[in-house]
């Protein structure tokens, strides 16, 4: 009986310091979120090679989404928010990649995912009612300057490059909403035609 009582409590101490290990970690990646958004080009770099910055980024992302939702006071959007963020932030760098490897960048996908969802932070000012929206296009803008950073530490691209790639990014992404909003209106309008 005593034996078994000693591998137990050794058990319970390493599953403790192993779950102690996790938070500490977690703590070092909201401070590598501040460094990112502080503009360190080395933090970017280190994120970037960090294998295990994509879980936290992901989190950050999510949680990203339920700011928005509080910000609202919607109840759908604290549901829906997290997964369509998620979702989106993939198309987002996922172009982003794309566009920096035309312009001769050498950048992966996931060595871009990593310091930009670590920089997702700023998105949380949503969370503030009534002005959320507000501060949020603010934040957005800080975003696209972090991206731009990104490129060109992580992505080998020069300043006018990674300028460049951020604005047909943001161009590309104009056009698309605009699309989106023009056939939803569409579809109204003739709605209200044929009813």
Same mark, same amino acid.
């Given at each position: 009986?005593? $034996?078994k009582e000693n591998r137990l409590m050794i058990a319970e101490q390493t599953r403790s310091e #192993?779950?102690?290990?996790?938070?500490?970690?977690?703590?070092?990646?909201?401070?590598?979120?501040?460094?990112?958004?502080?503009?360190?080009?080395?933090?970017?770099?280190?994120?970037?090679?960090?294998?295990?910055? =994509? $879980?936290?980024? =992901?989190?950050? /992302?999510?949680?990203?989404?339920?700011?928005?939702?509080?910000?609202?006071?919607?109840?759908? +959007? @604290?549901?829906?928010?997290?997964? @369509?963020? +998620?979702?989106?932030?993939?198309?987002?760098?996922? @172009?982003?990649?794309? %566009? #920096?490897?035309? /312009?001769?960048? #050498?950048?992966?996908?996931?060595?871009?995912? !990593?310091?930009?969802?670590?920089?997702?932070?700023?998105?949380?000012?949503?969370?503030?009612?009534?002005?959320?929206?507000?501060?949020?296009?603010?934040?957005?803008?800080?975003?696209?300057?972090?991206?731009? $950073? +990104? %490129?060109?530490?992580?992505?080998?691209?020069? !300043?006018? !490059?990674?300028?460049?790639?951020?604005?047909?990014?943001?161009?590309?992404?104009? /056009? =698309?909403? %605009?699309?989106?909003?023009?056939?939803?209106?569409?579809?109204? %309008?003739?709605?209200?035609?044929?009813?």
């Amino acid at each position: 009986m005593g $034996l078994k009582e000693n591998r137990l409590m050794i058990a319970e101490q390493t599953r403790s310091e #192993s779950e102690q290990s996790e938070r500490m970690d977690f703590g070092n990646y909201l401070q590598q979120s501040i460094q990112i958004l502080q503009l360190d080009s080395d933090a970017i770099r280190e994120v970037s090679k960090d294998e295990d910055a =994509l $879980l936290p980024a =992901l989190i950050f /992302f999510a949680v990203s989404g339920l700011a928005i939702g509080a910000g609202r006071y919607s109840f759908e +959007t @604290l549901i829906f928010g997290p997964i @369509l963020v +998620t979702l989106l932030s993939f198309v987002f760098v996922g @172009l982003l990649s794309i %566009l #920096s490897r035309l /312009f001769g960048g #050498s950048a992966s996908f996931l060595a871009l995912y !990593r310091p930009i969802g670590l920089a997702v932070p700023v998105q949380w000012v949503q969370a503030v009612p009534i002005i959320g929206p507000f501060l949020g296009f603010f934040a957005l803008v800080y975003l696209a300057v972090i991206a731009g $950073l +990104t %490129l060109e530490c992580v992505g080998a691209l020069s !300043r006018p !490059r990674a300028a460049a790639v951020i604005a047909l990014l943001a161009s590309i992404s104009l /056009f =698309l909403f %605009l699309v989106f909003f023009a056939m939803i209106g569409s579809l109204m %309008l003739f709605r209200a035609f044929f009813s």
